[in-house]
C-alpha cells in the first residue's frame, strides 16, 4: 500500500490530464456530477453521491452508432466506435459495481454491445471508497460494502495526511505511473457499515408475489416520471432512430441515434396497433423491481441493483426501493406462513 | 397549528370513508424515512395515516388524472376526496375549466395554509412568501383556521434579473439550466396541467422533438412547456420542486403568469367564474401585440 497527500494526487491527476481524458466529480451549478475536467482544482473530492451515476460515460446518454451514405447505388457505413481512453476517476465502489452488473448484460452476454464494451476497455477506474453509508444508501444489503475494492483498478481511501493507494490490477498499476507516494504498512481503513439491513429475496421467490394487490397500492403515488431509471447506475433500456442529417440531388446522409430511455414511460412499451401491455404505472413500476431483483438475476445472473439509494433521493413522491423490498419480504413470509408458496 | 389541522383532517377523513362519501382519500402521510410524500387512504381506519405540516407540498390534484376513468368497463367513476392547499385548488379550477374533472366527483378537504417551507432550510417558500392566498377559493370542507399573514405585494424580483440581461445573455443562463437536465419528465409528471395523453415531446408518429437527450431537444421541451402553461399555470412549483436537477423552473413559467397578467388581467385558477383568456375567442377583441 502506498500513501499519497492530496497536493501529489492532485499533481498527478493534472499530469494525467495532458495524456487521457480524466471524468471527475465536479460541481455544476447546482449539481455535483461526473464530468470532464480540466484541471485538478475542478475535482471535488469530498462528496457523499454524486447526483447521476457515471454510467453515461460507457452508455451515454445519446451517442451516434452509426452513420449511412448513400451516393448513387454506393451506400457507405460508417460505424461510430469509441476510441478515446479515459479514466473515471473517484468512482464510488456501488457505481462500480453497476458497471459489473452492466457488464453482464451487454458484455458477456452474446450479442456484446461493441460501443459498451469499447468504452469500458478504454476506460481505467479509480475507485474513492465511502468511509459510510449515506442517507438512502444500502450496499451492504445487497453484497456490496462501501469501501469494496472489487470493480475498480485502483481504490483510493481517505486517511489522515492524504490517500491510502491500493493497485487492484495491472490496468490501474500502470495508470499510477508518476504518482508520488510513499510506501506505507498502514492497512486499508475499514468503513462504517452501518445501515440499513434490508433481506433481497432470493430471484426464484419473486414470481410467485407477481399478482399481489400490493403493486397496485405501492405504485400508486408513482408519477410515471424517468428520474429513477436515468439516475440508476444499471438501468439501461435505449431507444434508437435514424435522422437524415443531410440530403440533396447527390445522395443523402443519415445518423443512427441511440439515446437513454425509460421503462417507467406510458409509450415504452406500446406496440404495433398500439395495445400496451404495460399501461399502467403499476405495470411498469412493478416490471422495473422485477427486472431488478427477479429477470436480470435468472437471464444473466446479476442482481440489477447496487444499493447506491439515488433512486430514492431523487423521487419527488417518496417512492422507496428499501421499503418495497421489506415488503416484499414481508410479503413471502406470509405467504409462507399460509401455506401458499407455490401457487 | 398543523396539529389541530391534522386532527381535524384525520377525523374528516374517516367519516367520508365511513360514510361511504368517497371511495379514497388523497392527502399526505409521512414515509418511514420520515419525509412526507402523497397518500392513498381507502380503509377508515387507515386515516390516521394522514399528516399535515409545512412540507406538504406535493400538488394532488396530478393524480385526479388516474381517476378520471372507471376502473371498469361500465362501472361508476368513484369519488374520491383531496387534501387540497389554496394553489391545489387553483390547479383544481383549471381542470374544471378544461373540461377534465367533473367537479361532483371530487371531494375538496381545503386547508387553510400559512405556505410550505423549503425541506433543506426550512424557510418558508419564495412562492408561499408572494401568495396571497390562505383559504382556498373552493372547497367541500374547510379544516384550519386561515392564518393572519402580512400581505406582500408582487413585484416579480425574481425576474428583474433576467429581464435585465440581454436575449443573447438569456440564452446563455438557460443553455447553462437546460444543459443539466436529463430529459426525466419530472417536471411535466408533477405539473397537475400536463395531462395530455401524449405529449409532444414523446410523440413518435410524427416525431416533432427527437430522441437524443442534448440541449436543443431539452430546450425545445422546457420552451414549449412553458408555453402550453401560458394562462394555465398556478404557480404551485409542483415542476421545480420534482426537478432532480434543481433547474429554476418557476422563472420560465413566471414569466408568462406575469405577461398573461400583463395582457388580460388574468391569473390562472383564480376565479372560478372568469374563463381562461388562452381559451376564449371573443370576435371584438384587439390586443397590443
Known amino acids: ?93 456501488c457505481d462500480a459495481r453497476g458497471l459489473r452488473v452492466l457488464d ?169 396497433g398500439g395495445h400496451n401491455p404495460r399501461s399502467s404505472k403499476m405495470h411498469r413500476l412493478r416490471n422495473r423491481y422485477y427486472c431488478k431483483f427477479n429477470y436480470c438475476p435468472q437471464d444473466f445472473g446479476a442482481v440489477a441493483c447496487v444499493g447506491c439509494g439515488r433512486c430514492i433521493a431523487v423521487c419527488p413522491v417518496g417512492v422507496d426501493i428499501v421499503e418495497m423490498l421489506g415488503d416484499v419480504a414481508a410479503l413471502a413470509a406470509a405467504r409462507v406462513g399460509e401455506g401458499g408458496a407455490d401457487e | 397549528m398543523s396539529e389541530s389541522i391534522q386532527t381535524a383532517l384525520r377525523t374528516r377523513a374517516r367519516e367520508l370513508l365511513e360514510l361511504g362519501e368517497v371511495s379514497c382519500v388523497v392527502g399526505y402521510e409521512r414515509s418511514p424515512r420520515g419525509r412526507v410524500r402523497p397518500a392513498f387512504v381507502y380503509d377508515p381506519a387507515d386515516a390516521d395515516r394522514l399528516v399535515w405540516d409545512d412540507t406538504c407540498h406535493h ?37 374544471l375549466h378544461e373540461g377534465q374533472i367533473a367537479r361532483e366527483k371530487v371531494f375538496v378537504i381545503g386547508v387553510a395554509c400559512a405556505g410550505m417551507c423549503e425541506e433543506s432550510t426550512e424557510e418558508l417558500q419564495a412562492r408561499c412568501r408572494r401568495c396571497q392566498e390562505r383559504v382556498p377559493i373552493f372547497y367541500d370542507t374547510l379544516v384550519g383556521e386561515p392564518p393572519r399573514v402580512a400581505p406582500v405585494d408582487e413585484d416579480w424580483a425574481d425576474l428583474a434579473e433576467l429581464e435585465r440581461l440581454s436575449a443573447a445573455e438569456r440564452l446563455a443562463f438557460w443553455a447553462r439550466e437546460f444543459d443539466r437536465c436529463i430529459r426525466c419528465y419530472a417536471c411535466r409528471q408533477a405539473c397537475p396541467g400536463c395531462y395530455c395523453f401524449e405529449c409532444m415531446a414523446e410523440q413518435v408518429d410524427p416525431l416533432w422533438v427527437g430522441i437524443a437527450v442534448e440541449l436543443p431537444e431539452k430546450a425545445f421541451f422546457h420552451v414549449m412547456r412553458a408555453y402550453h402553461l401560458a394562462g394555465r399555470c398556478v404557480q404551485c412549483n409542483a415542476c421545480e420542486l420534482a426537478c432532480p436537477m434543481h433547474i429554476p423552473l418557476s422563472l420560465l413559467n413566471r414569466k408568462l403568469v406575469k405577461e398573461v397578467e400583463a395582457l388580460f388581467g388574468y391569473r390562472a385558477g383564480g376565479d372560478p367564474a372568469t374563463p381562461p383568456p388562452l381559451a376564449t375567442f371573443r370576435k371584438d377583441e384587439e390586443l397590443p401585440l
Open chain 1, 104 to 272: 453482464a448484460l451487454l458484455v458477456e452476454h452474446e450479442p456484446a454491445d461493441v460501443y459498451y464494451a469499447g468504452r469500458r476497455h478504454q476506460t481505467t477506474l479509480v475507485g474513492l471508497a465511502c468511509p459510510r453509508l449515506w442517507p438512502e444508501c444500502f450496499c451492504t444489503s445487497i453484497g456490496g460494502a462501501p469501501d469494496d475494492s472489487s470493480d475498480v483498478d485502483v481504490m483510493l481511501y481517505e486517511v489522515d495526511g492524504g490517500y491510502l493507494v491500493s493497485e487492484v490490477t495491472a490496468k490501474g498499476a500502470a495508470l499510477l505511473a508518476g504518482l508520488q507516494a510513499e510506501e506505507t504498512d498502514q492497512p486499508a481503513p475499514v468503513s462504517d457499515r452501518d445501515g440499513p439491513s434490508v433481506l433481497v429475496l432470493e430471484a426464484e421467490a419473486w414470481p410467485a408475489l407477481f399478482n399481489e394487490l400490493y403493486w397496485a397500492r405501492f405504485t400508486e403515488r408513482c408519477l410515471s416520471c424517468h428520474a429513477c431509471t436515468y439516475v440508476c447506475p444499471t438501468c439501461r433500456c435505449f431507444d434508437v432512430r435514424d435522422y437524415t442529417t443531410a440530403a440533396g440531388p447527390n445522395g443523402i446522409r443519415i445518423e443512427r441515434l441511440r439515446s437513454w430511455d425509460s421503462c417507467m414511460a406510458a409509450a415504452y412499451r406500446r406496440i404495433a
Open chain 1, 1 to 93: 500500500m502506498k500513501l499519497t497527500r492530496r497536493e501529489q494526487l492532485a499533481a498527478w491527476l493534472d499530469a494525467l490530464m495532458e495524456r487521457a481524458t480524466v471524468i471527475a466529480p465536479r460541481q455544476v451549478e447546482s449539481e455535483l456530477l461526473y464530468r470532464p475536467v480540466a484541471a485538478s482544482d475542478e475535482v471535488v473530492f469530498d462528496f457523499q453521491r454524486t447526483a447521476m451515476s457515471p454510467k453515461g460515460y460507457f452508455l451515454p446518454s445519446t451517442e451516434v452508432l452509426l452513420e449511412i451514405e448513400k451516393r448513387g447505388a454506393e451506400v457507405t457505413l460508417d460505424e461510430a466506435l469509441p476510441q478515446e481512453e479515459q479514466v473515471l476517476f473517484a468512482i464510488r465502489p
Open chain 2, 59 to 95: 400538488n394532488l390534484m396530478v393524480y385526479l388524472h388516474d381517476r378520471k376513468n372507471p376502473p371498469r368497463r361500465g362501472e361508476e367513476i368513484p369519488r374520491v376526496a383531496v387534501v387540497a392547499k389554496p394553489c391545489d385548488v387553483r390547479a383544481l379550477n383549471v381542470l
